[in-house]
């Protein structure tokens, strides 16, 4: 029987009750007086009377178990038929009793219903002993399913009240939603009804007052015409006649009315004012030192170009494009319009590297096209003497003569700001910069560039002094380099000035270290600062290190760029000028050796998976498979998205469909899109690549430099660092001749060639011992063996990986083969009277002759 299809329309609940309780004198048995009732009627009646779900469950539990009959003798429930109170029965009780009665009877449970509808996993269920719990519920002594059981004289009619209860919570359960659903169907039929009616209503009434609304309004009042001017003559004549009038009011009645019968003259064009002019024309008139940051952003804003940075970097921009702005392309496109990737492409063509900043790859590609074009260099601004990167001879020993004069001063801020046209570094300039200017110079007057005249060694010197002094670089020990390191000291400076600041993951912009909840402790500042560790952010997973890190100031919280070498120095907020330091935490002796170890560790694992990747790409490019088929892997469903016009093809698409799609793919427009999609996704990709880059760079020199800048490690860093040890210039030279060179660099040796393309000179000569090399050199190919050789300074035998392998482990374990060394000059050295106080190496005597 379903829900409001019962046999007969049964009267109230509670009429039906007080016509029993009147016709018995006394209460009748509790599985009686619940019997009785109709369980599909009252779910019906507590739909009826809910609209929710919620509602209609607490109306049946009402309806069956009620309230105590004590608050309200006359509700309609079957408490009426009760006049005493029941003991306390709790609910873990009931439901033993329960589930042992139907375990040892289960015929008599259930004999009122049936065996498919009702099971003994329905009355052990959760809901049943929810439900069950509820009305036996400790709290509620006298309410409840406690009181029916209580009336009941047997077992066997206790079973038979529970039964009955838990067969109506069963019915109810089937039955609520759908008399839920009938009501709520009711309902939403009479609100919709009602919408509809109110709606129309609304409709009605807004036509009704756009009717009146239009009667309402009238035509505008015409104007009131001027009299006519002979009327007005005419009437003023006859006043005058009559003597009323005067001459003197005559003849100025009369002006008036000439006056107003005249047309009035059409209303005057306000004079427009001059367009203000331009930011660019303001900017060459005042000078571009005494425009404001914000103007010199709206000028680099209005011409294109990028506006990051500090104010010197702005101005050097403006001057750059100023000086190159008739500098074009092959395609006729400005250099100054070109995104990253299309930049560095370019810059590759012209011969500039690729490996410095945006800036510097956009001068040398300028410098490169006005020098390829000499009509588009006379027309351009004269350039800078210090911004030609490698200009002609006369500017660049100019620039040179010009450092000599300032180092006899010992200007050295001076001689750096040469390479920033427009602004004046010191010592409180980012390190960027610094080193920004530093390259820039050494490419125009280093001796390898500037051949024939006789200061240029002078002059680069001066260069790389003035760097030094400007950057003051971190005190270390000193190292013994024949094969003993000396103790490590570490000098805790002051914190005067110093301020710990605000870092921040570069991807979601999560504050970094600011709550005790992450468990860093203080010194990890001091970890990422110096470029030792990287740490990955909580919220979105992304690792970085200082170098990739967003960096703000703690006054006025703007991004500022920074470098570990900035770790010991105290640099000026570029917006509100303010100089701070960074504060330094104590860091115990054992903790920096194991972040120091930990992150060589790091380093040799990367360098091992780097040096892996390329040996792959560099077999798939000898195999002619340099790059990957978009074509081919779209029609083997390895790709989703069509490689010409960007059309997604999802799942089920058959291989024949992709194909005739590709076979009559001609959307010029879709094709343009997907273009430029790609091009926007490999700057960003050649962004993040870089970014990784100049990361993995600034740990790699700051483990060098924790370890003590050992030279013989000088193989843990990367090109970028070894070009700025060797002067900024790397073209033409490869790893090992660049680590030769730094070699020499560090050891205070002039690194300088006659012009014919020599290699490095005055090197010296380091023994190999097992802290000098990595842990896995044993898996290292044959160049990365030439560079730990190089560091070590000697050059191999053997042009075989086995044979330089031999030679290593020859003198790891001090055989009699002692490596070839790697130039005269140091093996006479070796032989000759020693005073610079290093310890070269000696081979070792296996004789016994020596020993003591």
């Not at 029965?89 to 033993?96: D, G, H, Q």
């Not at 303001?282 to 404001?292: I, P, R, W």
């Not at 952003?297 to 011409?303: G, I, M, T, Y």
């Not at 703000?552 to 070498?565: M, N």
Request: aromatic share 4%; hydrophobic share 35%; with cysteine.
């Amino acid at each position: 029987m379903g829900l409001g299809q019962s046999r007969a329309p049964a009267p109230p609940v509670a009429a039906e009750l007080s016509r029993q309780a009147a016709a018995q004198t006394a209460a009748p048995p509790g599985h009686v007086a619940l019997a009785s009732l109709s369980i599909h009627d009252m779910a019906a009646a507590a739909a009826a009377a809910s609209r929710t779900s919620h509602e209609f469950q607490a109306e049946v539990r009402r309806r069956i178990c009620g309230r105590d009959g004590s608050e309200n003798p006359q509700e309609e429930s079957i408490w009426g038929m009760f006049r005493h109170r029941a003991p306390t029965v709790t609910r873990a009780l009931t439901l033993l009793e329960l589930a042992d009665t139907s375990r040892d009877n289960p015929a008599r449970l259930f004999r009122n219903m049936p065996r498919r509808e009702m099971s003994e996993s329905f009355c052990t269920s959760a809901a049943a002993s929810v439900t069950l719990g509820e009305l036996e519920a400790d709290a509620h002594p006298t309410r409840g399913l406690a009181v029916l059981l209580s009336a009941c004289e047997t077992e066997e009619e206790k079973a038979h009240v529970r039964t009955t209860v838990l067969y109506a919570l069963w019915l109810i359960h089937n039955a609520e939603y759908g008399a839920l659903s009938q009501a709520l169907c009711a309902a939403c039929q009479r609100l919709t009804r009602e919408y509809m009616a109110e709606g129309d209503r609304r409709m009605a009434e807004l036509l009704r007052n756009a009717a009146e609304e239009k009667k309402k309004k009238k035509k505008p009042a015409a104007k009131k015409k001027p009299a006519k001017k002979p009327t007005e003559l005419r009437d003023l004549k006859s006043l005058f006649d009559d003597g009323i009038l005067d001459e003197d009011e005559y003849e100025e009645k009369l002006a008036e009315i000439n006056a107003a019968a005249a047309p009035a003259p059409p209303p005057k064009k306000k004079k427009q004012a001059p367009p203000k002019k331009k930011a660019k024309a303001k900017a060459e008139k005042e000078g571009y030192e005494g425009l404001s940051v914000a103007r010199l952003k709206a000028a680099l804003k209005e011409r294109g170009l990028s506006q990051t940075g500090e104010k010197g970097t702005l101005i050097w921009r403006l001057k750059l494009q100023d000086r190159g702005g008739a500098a074009t392309l092959a395609d006729g496109r400005s250099p100054f319009a070109l995104k990253v990737g299309e930049l560095k492409k370019q810059a590759a063509k012209v011969g500039v590297s690729p490996m410095g900043t945006n800036d510097e790859m956009l001068e040398g590609l300028v410098d490169a096209l006005l020098k390829a074009n000499p009509g588009a260099s006379a027309a351009a601004a004269p350039a800078d003497a210090a911004g030609g990167g490698g200009g002609d001879g006369a500017d660049a020993r100019e620039v040179a003569t010009r450092v000599l004069e300032l180092a006899e001063s010992d200007d050295w801020e001076s001689i750096l700001s040469l390479g920033a046209p427009g602004s004046k570094l010191g010592a409180l300039s980012p390190l960027n910069d610094l080193k920004k200017a530093y390259r820039k110079l050494s490419r125009v007057i280093h001796p390898d560039k500037l051949r024939g005249f006789d200061g240029a060694t002078r002059a680069f010197q001066a260069l790389v002094t003035a760097l030094d002094r400007l950057t003051n670089p971190e005190p270390t020990a000193a190292v013994d380099e024949g094969g003993k390191k000396q103790k490590a000291t570490r000098i805790e400076r002051s914190n005067d000035g110093c301020v710990r600041t605000a870092v921040s993951c570069p991807r979601c912009g999560e504050a970094w270290g600011a709550s005790k909840n992450e468990g860093l402790p203080d010194y990890a500042y001091n970890l990422l600062m110096t470029g030792l560790r990287s740490y990955t952010c909580s919220t979105c997973l992304c690792t970085f290190g200082c170098v990739s890190a967003k960096h703000a100031c703690k006054s006025c919280g703007a991004d500022f760029d920074y470098s570990p070498a900035d770790w010991h120095r105290k640099i000026a907020c570029g917006d509100c000028g303010k100089t701070f330091g960074f504060f330094s935490f104590h860091v115990s002796d054992r903790a920096m050796n194991d972040a120091i170890r930990d992150a060589r560790a790091e380093h040799e694992r990367n360098a091992k998976q780097r040096a892996a990747k390329q040996r792959r790409a560099a077999r798939r490019d000898a195999k002619g498979g340099g790059g990957l088929d978009k074509e081919r892997s779209f029609l083997l469903g390895l790709l989703d998205e069509c490689p010409r016009c960007g059309e997604f093809f999802g799942e089920g698409t058959s291989k024949q469909d992709k194909r005739d799609h590709l076979a009559c793919c001609a959307d010029k427009a879709a094709i343009a899109r997907k273009r430029r999609r790609d091009a926007d996704d490999d700057a960003a990709a050649a962004k993040r690549d870089d970014a990784d880059a100049a990361a993995e760079a600034a740990q790699a020199k700051a483990v060098w430099e924790a370890a003590g800048k050992q030279v013989s490690q000088l193989w843990m860093l990367p090109d970028a660092a070894l070009a700025d040890m060797c002067g900024g210039v790397a073209e033409g030279l490869s790893r090992a001749d660049l680590i030769a060179r730094a070699a020499a660099t560090c050891d205070g040796v002039l690194l300088l060639t006659d012009g014919d393309g020599g290699g490095a000179r005055g090197a010296k000569r380091r023994r190999l011992t097992a802290e000098s090399l990595p842990s896995n050199y044993a898996s290292l190919s044959l160049d990365e063996l030439r560079c730990l050789c190089a560091a070590h300074g000697f050059a191999p035998k053997s042009d075989t990986k086995d044979g330089v392998l031999h030679e290593i482990e020859s003198e790891l374990h001090d055989d009699k083969d002692a490596p070839l060394l790697l130039t005269a000059a140091t093996a006479a050295r070796r032989g000759g009277d020693d005073d610079d106080g290093d310890d070269d190496f000696e081979p070792v005597d296996l004789t016994g002759e020596d020993d003591e």
